[in-house]
Antibody, heavy 123, light 107 residues
Framework: QVQLVQSGAEVKKPGASVKVSCKASGFTFTTYGISWVRQAPGHGLEWMGWISAYYNNTNYAQELQGRVTMTTDTSTSTAYMELRSLRSDDTAVYYC????????????????WGQGTLVTVSS | DIQMTQSPSSLSASVGDRVTITCQASQDISDYLNWYQQRPGKAPKLLIYDASNLETGVPSRFSGSGSGTDFTFTISGLQPEDIATYYCQQYDNLPLTFGQGTRLEIK
């Protein structure tokens, strides 16, 4: 069955970087795009970006451009999201999510989600 | 960016009730709309895609309709396990955007 297992909780100081991993299993990793979505405590869902290993393509939310990098390691079926220059308002649960359909050329519908990774930014 | 406006922001209903949530897009998004359920402390779950298609394994009491700018999500016969926050999401244009969520409680 499809599974996305994310790395554990992180505590970072303002200005630091964090890299969250998302290990996939149960499907052909390279043929599905992965979105990253975050949720600040008590708030709604915010789309951060999307990556396709098949097309070697990324799309990022404008407000995160320059601070976020999404990558994949096809040898281990793992997606990564790195966020730099962390601020207190980056404190959130970060989710990876797999596209519903294979070979999408951009972000669309997310049908499978990781369990979430809490990133806390505090001095 | 396309703004998605959900209403109501919260609602309380009884088991067995019919519950309706609306979502309005700031521009025409055709049927490029999804509905997600998020139970407390859990990841979101896809319920409806392409505005009206029920995801595999999702109970038939959930349904969606609409196109263009106005969409409706309905639970026909509310169950206790439906306690959650529900989000609409458009994927017509990047960035993908979500509604602010509707928190559903059981009376």
């Amino acid at each position: 069955q499809v599974q996305l297992v994310q790395s554990g909780a992180e505590v970072k100081k303002p200005g630091a970087s964090v890299k969250v991993s998302c290990k996939a299993s149960g499907f052909t990793f390279t043929t599905y795009g992965i979105s990253w979505v975050r949720q600040a405590p008590g708030h709604g869902l915010e789309w951060m970006g999307w990556i396709s290993a098949y097309y070697n393509n990324t799309n990022y939310a404008q407000e995160l451009q320059g601070r976020v990098t999404m990558t994949t390691d096809t040898s281990t079926s793992t997606a990564y999201m790195e966020l730099r220059s962390l601020r207190s308002d980056d404190t959130a649960v970060y989710y990876c999510a797999r596209d519903r359909n294979p070979l999408e050329t951009t972000a669309t519908t997310s049908a499978y989600w990781g369990q979430g990774t809490l990133v806390t930014v505090s001095s | 960016d396309i703004q998605m406006t959900q209403s109501p922001s919260s609602l309380s209903a009884s088991v067995g009730d019919r519950v309706t949530i609306t979502c309005q897009a700031s521009q025409d998004i055709s049927d490029y709309l999804n509905w997600y359920q998020q139970r407390p402390g859990k990841a979101p779950k896809l319920l409806i895609y392409d505005a009206s298609n029920l995801e595999t394994g999702v109970p038939s009491r959930f349904s969606g309709s609409g196109s263009g700018t106005d969409f409706t999500f309905t639970i026909s016969g509310l169950q206790p396990e439906d306690i959650a926050t529900y989000y609409c999401q458009q994927y017509d244009n990047l960035p993908l955007t979500f509604g602010q969520g509707t928190r559903l409680e059981i009376k």
